[in-house]
């Protein structure tokens, strides 16, 4: 699992900042359970596997704690999004700055199969604890919310969503672009720290301080199941 920490000269300047904006310590005090989606972000064999084409070790021991997360959100009204990275031709085709340029020939080849659909590495880890209730959704670019690359705005807006839980991999790349992108669609955003998993403790810890600053609230497992028991709330 990470060491998870947070720099002291960014507490202390957040610090200041949040007393600047408000009084309170925590940002999301209280949530409504049933207008909740956890969102867990590309748990696919290809990040998740030993020796998988793009590999985060950390992200099999954060398992548990995703699994216990669905489980409290599942119980308590709200909805569990399982999002898959996928790599269609027209999606390297119409990304072409990314692939074209941020990888080789081999590596470009290397993702075309790691995550076409409905291959081995494209298939979700099959430790995650998934329900017939849960949705699946696929997703071509970092953030789950850039247009046109994936309908989870749409899913959420549809189940009248406001309050989004983010785990998933890695940490500094999808995981975080998804929760920069929700806060400013005016959800309000849940950052696991111990949730979420990334390459190096490093990478971890810069997105969890950078989060912290302006766009989610930071929490750790046990609390987030604690804030859904407690939001609990009849869905209309």
Request: hydrophobic share 40%; with cysteine.
């Amino acid at each position: 699992m990470h060491q998870i920490k947070l720099i002291q000269p960014v507490v202390n300047s957040a610090n200041e900042a949040f007393k600047r904006r408000r009084a309170r310590p925590r940002i999301f005090e209280t949530i409504n359970s049933a207008r909740t989606a956890h969102v867990i972000i590309d748990m696919q064999n290809g990040y998740m596997a030993p020796g998988a084409a793009v590999e985060v070790p950390i992200a099999r021991e954060i398992v548990p704690n995703v699994n216990q997360i669905s489980q409290a959100v599942r119980a308590n009204g709200g909805i569990n999004v399982f999002v898959q990275y996928t790599t269609r031709e027209e999606d390297i085709a119409n990304w072409s700055t990314w692939y074209s340029h941020f990888h080789d020939a081999a590596s470009q080849d290397m993702m075309r199969k790691a995550f076409a659909p409905n291959s081995q590495s494209w298939s979700l880890w099959s430790e995650l604890d998934i329900a017939d209730q849960d949705i699946r959704i696929e997703k071509s670019r970092f953030s789950a919310f850039v247009p046109g690359t994936c309908d989870l705005h749409s899913i959420l807006k549809d189940r009248d969503i406001e309050t989004v839980i983010i785990t998933g991999v890695a940490t500094n790349c999808c995981c975080e672009s998804t929760a920069r992108d929700a806060m400013q669609l005016n959800y309000k955003v849940i950052f696991v720290a111990d949730g979420n998993a990334a390459l190096t403790d490093d990478f971890h810890n810069a997105s969890l301080n950078n989060l912290r600053s302006l766009y989610a609230d930071i929490a750790m497992t046990e609390g987030v199941v604690s804030l859904v028991r407690a939001g609990a709330q009849p869905r209309t």
